[in-house]
């Protein structure tokens, strides 16, 4: 691992133009676990039953209760860990310009990167559902189930459901930068979700370095990542920035 990491490190010193594809796996270390995978939420509940927009749309009493009030309680309470403020460090070195993440946590932005496209929108908000407003998920009232606007529309979290189509701007601009980056950080995500799985494979087709950060391989790590640093992120990339710097106060 500490050759890989070595490697890796050697490249990201050297980067011009870097870009990170996040997953849940980035915030597992914040106490918010996966929905994928052993222990994921939809091991739990049915995400067709309770996550789909038609389910929502029929039932948003009991979507809200058995899902979105329990993200709420787990999101108020999470912070930034060292995988986030890691990648806040190599912004901050000029090499990492922009995020990709599948999460809705909102913790990289709470972190302080500038540059985030979410793919499936933020849970830190929620939108009313009639007049459009947007209200701070924290400041919402769970005293009663559907909470509502000040309009009187129901509540709803401002990110993807199932069944909703990812937004346009979000798809567009991570093909973009996908093409564009001369290495691609693919951190804590199974790269099996679609559209974003395919950003990895845009970056290698246009000549980008693909580095793997995660506990466990994935289907990218035999076919496309050229350094595949098994570990969690909250380990790993600290190390990574650390060497990082090395090279950069050498130089």
């Known amino acids: 691992m500490s050759d890989l990491i070595e490697r890796a490190a050697d490249i990201l010193a050297k980067a011009k133009y870097t870009v990170a594809l996040t997953g849940a796996g980035i915030s597992v270390e914040s106490g918010i676990p996966p929905f994928r995978g052993k222990g994921g939420l939809w091991e739990k509940i049915d995400p067709m039953k309770y996550a789909h927009i038609d389910a929502f749309l029929e039932d948003p009493e009991t979507v809200w209760d058995v899902l979105i009030k329990n993200m709420k309680m787990v999101l108020d309470k999470a912070r930034p860990n060292p995988a986030h403020t890691s990648l806040v460090d190599l912004e901050r070195l000029g090499l990492l310009k922009t995020v990709i993440t599948q999460n809705v946590d909102g913790l990289h932005q709470v972190a302080g990167n500038q540059d985030v496209i979410e793919f499936h929108g933020n849970f830190a908000w929620q939108r009313c559902q009639t007049c459009d407003q947007v209200i701070a998920t924290a400041d919402v009232d769970l005293t009663h189930i559907p909470p509502h606007c000040s309009c009187g529309g129901i509540l709803r979290p401002d990110c993807i459901f199932f069944g909703e189509m990812i ?6 601009r991570s093909q973009q930068v ?35 950060i995660n506990p466990e391989p994935t289907p990218l790590t035999n076919h496309i990542s050229n350094l595949p640093l098994l570990g969690d992120a909250g380990t790993v990339l600290p190390r990574l920035v650390a060497a990082v710097e090395q090279r950069r106060d050498a130089s």
């Open 167 to 172: 937004p346009p701007e979000a798809l567009h």
């Open 178 to 212: 996908s093409a564009a980056c001369d290495v691609m950080l693919v951190i804590g995500t199974s790269a099996m979700v679609q559209p974003a799985a395919t950003m990895p494979f845009i970056a290698k087709d246009n000549g980008a370095v693909v580095v793997e």
